[in-house]
């Protein structure tokens, strides 16, 4: 489980986020979600330990989440985090000599699920493919949390709803949570469990999203339309 | 089945009525195993929990039978099947004369235009 206590999170004199608490329970798959700059990212990378709070505390089954939290969560950054001159085959062989949970076996399978071909140079696929092989190095790892910042912006139609099969196929949810960020509402929320809804640095609703569907009759974007606006 | 869902329907009850329809047009017969949870999710690009949450839904309705280990079955008994075609028959009638009456026809136009319009069917065909 995953545990967020009044965070505050400052970048020199900006505040980013202002006291949020969350909880999220294991075996989901959670939308973060909110316009930019709300605080999304930051809220994932506070998870990842690749931040630290201000004030308040995060914790990740019950530890303080800093840099070594990456023995349990698997961190899919919004960047371009590889080396170029790398070949695909070369890039799995660097994650699975530094993560001790990476499941090779998986992964291969993945690139076969992915088209990717291995030979080819990081720095010579497409944008697209490199979408692809994030989330094959990402979900290869067996590791309890899974967050994704931004999987699918600036993807095609096909990359997207490739990645989004990958993820159903080779997510174990009986172990698994996934926790991603994303502005493509239309295609993840049929994926979704649940969402939260991020404003200004403040959480504005976490909400079961057939709950949405079953007491509002509104869809995941007209809902959010409609809380932000209020 | 990469038919997209109506969003701001519950997408569990949606696959209910998607499954419901195919065993009704016989493309998955009495007795015959549904696919897994996991392969259902892939299909229709669905979270597993909510293809869980259908299987569920249809089970408490006697439409399918859980087997453990070996997964998820169509009933055989006939009794559940054809209750499940005649509730089908009346929800779509119903939404069919809910929607001409809010348009103004009265019964009588809406018999005689069913009517007309199955004979000339037929007439065609």
């Known amino acids: 489980m995953i545990q967020l206590e009044g965070v505050v999170k400052r970048y020199l004199t900006k505040k980013a986020l202002d006291g949020i608490s969350l909880q999220i329970e294991p075996g989901h798959i959670v939308g973060l979600i909110g316009s930019n700059g709300s605080g999304k990212s930051t809220t994932l990378k506070l998870i990842a330990g690749l931040l630290q709070p201000t004030h308040g505390t995060v914790l990740v089954d019950g530890e303080v989440s800093n840099r070594r939290i990456c023995r349990k969560v698997a961190y899919l950054s919004e960047l371009d985090a590889y080396y170029s001159f790398f070949t695909v085959a070369q890039t799995v062989d660097f994650y699975a000599r530094t993560f001790s949970d990476f499941n090779r076996e998986k992964a291969e399978e993945m690139l076969d699920f992915m088209k990717l071909d291995r030979n080819q140079k990081v720095k010579h696929l497409s944008k697209g493919n490199r979408g692809r092989l994030k989330i094959v190095v990402t979900l290869a790892r067996e590791v309890p949390f899974i967050l994704m910042d931004e999987p699918l912006s600036g993807l095609d139609p096909m990359v997207r709803s490739s990645i989004i099969k990958g993820l159903i196929s080779f997510i174990d949810l009986e172990k698994q949570t996934v926790i991603l960020t994303t502005h493509e509402l239309q295609e993840i929320e049929p994926l979704l469990d649940t969402v939260v809804l991020i404003k200004n640095g403040v959480i504005l609703e976490q909400k079961s999203v057939e709950d949405i569907r079953c007491n509002e009759n509104l869809s995941l974007v007209d809902w959010m339309v409609e809380k932000y606006e209020q | ?125």
């Open chain 2, 1 to 125: 089945m990469a038919q997209s869902f109506n969003t701001s329907v519950p997408i569990y009850l949606q696959l209910c009525e998607r499954i419901k329809n195919k065993i009704i047009r016989g493309e998955i017969g009495m007795g015959e195993r549904l696919p897994s949870v996991r392969d259902t999710a892939i299909d229709s690009s669905v979270n597993p929990n909510t293809v869980q949450r259908t299987y569920r839904e249809l089970e408490e309705s006697g439409i399918v039978e859980k087997k453990r280990g070996q997964g998820t079955f169509v009933t055989e008994d006939p009794a559940i099947l054809q209750k499940m075609r005649e509730e089908l028959k009346i929800s779509h009638i119903n939404l069919f004369v809910s929607e001409m009456r809010e348009m103004g026809y009265s019964d009588k136009e809406m018999l005689a235009g069913l009517k007309d319009y199955l004979v000339t069917k037929e007439e065609k065909e």
